[in-house]
């Protein structure tokens, strides 16, 4: 396996986006309208907006799952409409993605689960072994390793997402509505793991519409409107 | 790169899918044992076409009026003839009695032919069966020759009957093949919605594209060369009711060759019906995913 290219520098852009526009064949209003952002190493930025308003396109746009309809975007340093398609799934290993739905395997326990996702990149299952039990420490589900899914609160499966996303220590960290389906307090706490992420240098990209988090962590906040950018304010609140 | 995830989705999604799987056995099965059919048939052909050719004459059908004189005269030619292999003359007699011999069964035909009533002839075996054309010009116009008929046009008539049966019985296994191919790319787009969060998730996590669809690409191998082993033993079931069965009486013969298991299980086609179905339901699964499991 290739080593990563040299954008996992500590500073300089992971996500740019240049003039982009999505365009779904399906509807005549574009999900992103001429975008332009840049996100730096080690930021931890909001998404915010009402449903509809472009952020899963645009978090959809960065997994390169869909190409943009007009404009340029780069991911750690790659030019995704020049990627290949064989390279797609080395520009995902440099992304972690949590989402609203916790996306786990129900039939895998909770350390398979982190596992899983070592294992599709081809790492050794001595590597796993170490590794997965470190990062289950660290979104504090020690002990729960053996358990299933629905075995677990959502607060503690949108944990085990999180250790899932991490354990790969990528260069990004993508989160769609993560507190979306949890209380208050729960939510706080997935806040906090986030946080302690971003704190190792994980660049945090959260979509979100909650205002008391937005409000409560004082980070930068990136407003979309009908798929254009209304304001791109730092340690911004919901407003 | 863990086999164990692989080997176990390969089971879990054959089962998961069982009627679909057991509909895409089965008409590879039926398919592949029909071609094999047709292969057997192709060469038993071959086979026969080897054995008649090598015994067929040239049959020289002298005049009734022929004289002496020009008996010797055409015998001695055709002793001299360099595209003559041997020679053999048949008296009015002998015809008679061959043809009584081949018509034993037929005592009404039989009845109804005189004695003298089949022309004596010459009957000569070529050194090359095909210059034929040749022989004939040659001595169609010879004094005393009645005419000249060479047996080979007349198997030609037997061969391309079973020629027409060949080809009915592998229009037939392509037609099925191609039913069997669209199922397996159905059953594979099943299995694969099936395990879509898995996939989902497996592409989230950067999986590569051979890693999510080689679990599938196996099964549909398996599911083939199930379906091959299927044929080939529909093919021994066959020899086993027919060649050894009810239509041994037609094989014991002789002028039928018969199939041994040697022919069903020898290079031509055993292996290759098993080559055939795994290659063909790989390839099959992998493009169907090409479309369906996009990175």
Known sequence: MRPHPPAAVDSGPVIRLDRVTKLYKASTRPALDDVTVVVDKGEFVFFIGASGSGKSTFIRLLLKEEPPTRGQISVAGRDLAKLSRWKVPQLRRSIGCVFQDFRLLTNKTVAENVGFALEVIGKQQSTIKKVVPEVLDLVGLDGKANRMPHELSGGEQQRVALARAFVNRPLVLLADEPTGNLDPDTSIEIMRLLDRINRTGTTVVMATHDATIVNSMRRRVVELDNGRIVRDQARGIYG | ?295
């Open chain 2, 1 to 295: 790169m863990r086999a164990n995830y692989v080997l176990s989705g390969v089971t879990t999604g054959l089962r998961r899918n069982i009627t679909m799987t057991v509909a895409m056995v089965l008409t590879t099965a039926i398919s592949l044992a029909l071609l094999g059919s047709g292969l057997l048939l192709f060469q038993k052909v071959n086979d026969m076409k080897e054995y008649f050719y090598f015994r067929v004459e040239v049959s020289i059908f002298l005049k009734k009026d022929i004289t002496q004189q020009q008996r010797d005269g055409l015998r001695a030619e055709l002793e001299r003839d360099p595209l003559v292999q041997s020679l053999k003359y048949e008296s009015k007699d002998e015809a008679y009695r061959r043809f009584r011999e081949q018509f034993k069964d037929s005592p009404d035909l039989i009845n109804n032919v005189r004695t003298n009533a089949l022309p004596e002839s010459f009957r000569v075996k070529l050194k090359d069966p095909a210059k034929y054309t040749l022989a004939a010009e040659k001595y169609v116009n010879a004094e005393g020759v009645d005419q000249v008929v060479d047996q080979r046009k007349i198997l030609g008539k037997l061969f391309s009957i079973i020629g027409g049966i060949q080809t009915i019985a592998v229009v037939i296994a392509v037609v099925v093949l191609i039913a069997s191919v669209l199922l397996i790319g159905n059953t594979i787009q099943v299995a694969a919605f099936n395990r879509r969060r898995e996939i989902e998730i497996m592409k989230l996590v950067g999986a590569s594209s051979w890693y999510v669809q080689l679990p599938f690409v196996l099964e549909a191998m398996v599911a083939g060369a199930i379906g091959a082993a299927l044929a080939i033993g529909l093919l021994l079931a066959g020899k086993v009711a027919f060649v050894d069965g009810k239509l041994a009486a037609l094989f014991s013969s002789g002028v039928i060759p018969t199939i041994s298991y040697g022919d069903i299980l020898g290079p031509s086609v055993a292996p290759l019906l098993l080559l055939i179905a795994v290659v063909l339901s790989a390839a099959t699964a992998w493009v169907t995913l090409r479309f369906y499991v996009r990175v």
